[in-house]
């Protein structure tokens, strides 16, 4: 568009920012946000996402106790001064993690966002919502989102099928679920799930979401303090390498094919309804620090999504934001919006 000057009034290509429910609600800078993932989530990615502008989120339980929560929190301010939230996962355990301990650990840290994720968060929402805390709920069924809505959540994750980690039981990739999502919500939401670039915001965006999580994209960055070999692993893997795990425990996994996830899918076709946790410990139980720190890539299963397909580089947190925006301000003022002018 030309001011009547003559002269472009649209900023240069990179500069762009969208401003949505979600840059709003959480006063940062573009709608890009990345999950907790466990020992994934250090203050070191928190901080680089937050500075490049999106949202940067620590994962509590990595942190075994509430003290060492508030220690990385502490860290994490010292290498940002930008806003980042905390991640609590809310999970069947044998030995429940003191979830009131991290919770009041969080709200007397001052941490303004939390992502909760697994069970209902409904028990814990007075406290961090007295505490002014901004509460994003991840859930992978539009079911599960109205009750985030209903309970008093502020925004939810919309995880498709595709996601790492745990997609639910439904099967409902994000080309449906986002605009169904889009359908049942008040609150405002994210895509998750199979995000990875400027095309995958803008798709996103008119989809009804109002901004992105990603999770394994931001694994393959700089800052993401992993193992080299995860890295390499990621962007050497194509969107056929990963294997659904836990079915027969309707506790399904997205995970990257190994050696490991072989021996345990053979065991889940060997004892079928029979399968028990204790059979597949091995291969899942406490083996993320081997994965995640050694770089032991056979040592169990570790979450990952199918947009490994679409993870081709490792770059900076600043770097993969900057191109992102940049990519998805060129899709929607040129590639969409000469598509209408041609029309
Ligand atoms: C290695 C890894 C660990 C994860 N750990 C957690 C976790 O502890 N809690 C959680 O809520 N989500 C966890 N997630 C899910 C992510 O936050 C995010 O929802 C998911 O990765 C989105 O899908 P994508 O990988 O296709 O981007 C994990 C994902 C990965 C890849």
């Known amino acids: 568009m030309l001011n009547p000057r003559g002269i472009s009034n649209k900023k240069p290509l990179g500069e762009a920012s969208l401003k949505t ?13 990345q999950g907790g993932m466990h020992f994934v989530g250090f203050a070191e990615l928190a901080a680089a996402v937050s500075n490049a502008g999106g949202l940067g989120i620590i994962t509590g339980l990595t942190q075994r106790t509430p003290e060492k929560l508030a220690l990385e929190i502490a860290r994490c301010r010292g290498m940002t001064d930008k806003p980042f939230g905390v991640n609590i996962t809310f999970l069947p355990a044998v030995t429940a993690p003191d979830y009131p301990g991290f919770v009041e650990t969080i709200i007397n840290s001052g941490i303004k966002i939390v992502e909760t994720a697994g069970n209902n ?32 959540c502020d925004a939810v994750s919309v995880d498709g099928f595709e996601c790492g980690g745990h997609p639910g039981e439904d099967d409902v990739p994000n080309m449906i679920l986002l605009p169904r999502a889009a359908e049942a919500l008040k609150i405002p939401f994210v895509a998750s799930g199979g995000m990875a670039d400027g095309r995958s915001l803008v798709a996103a965006l008119a989809l009804g979401a109002d901004g992105m999580n990603m999770g394994t994209r ?3 960055t700089q800052e993401a303090p992993i193992h080299l070999h995860v890295k390499e692993a990621i962007v050497a893997a194509s969107e056929l390498d990963t294997r659904l795990i836990m079915r027969p425990l309707r506790n399904t996994e997205r995970v990257l094919a190994n050696a490991a996830v072989d021996r345990l899918l053979s065991k889940e076709r060997e004892l079928g309804s029979k399968l028990n946790f204790a059979d597949i410990a091995a291969e899942v139980g406490g083996v993320y620090p081997r994965i995640m720190q050694e770089g032991d890539m056979n040592a169990g299963a570790w979450s990952c999504g199918m947009v490994v397909g679409l993870i081709h580089d490792i770059p900076t947190c600043k770097e993969l934001i900057d191109r992102i925006m940049a990519e998805a301000e060129e899709l929607i003022r040129h590639r969409l919006e000469a598509m209408l002018a041609a029309a």
């Open 218 to 220: 931001f694994m393959a």
């Open 21 to 33: 429910r979600i840059t709003q609600l959480l006063g940062i800078q573009h709608p890009i946000i």
């Open 121 to 152: 968060p409904q028990k814990y929402l007075p406290a961090l919502k007295s505490a002014g805390i901004k509460v994003i709920h991840k859930c992978t069924s539009v079911r599960h989102a109205l009750k985030a809505e209903s309970i008093g």
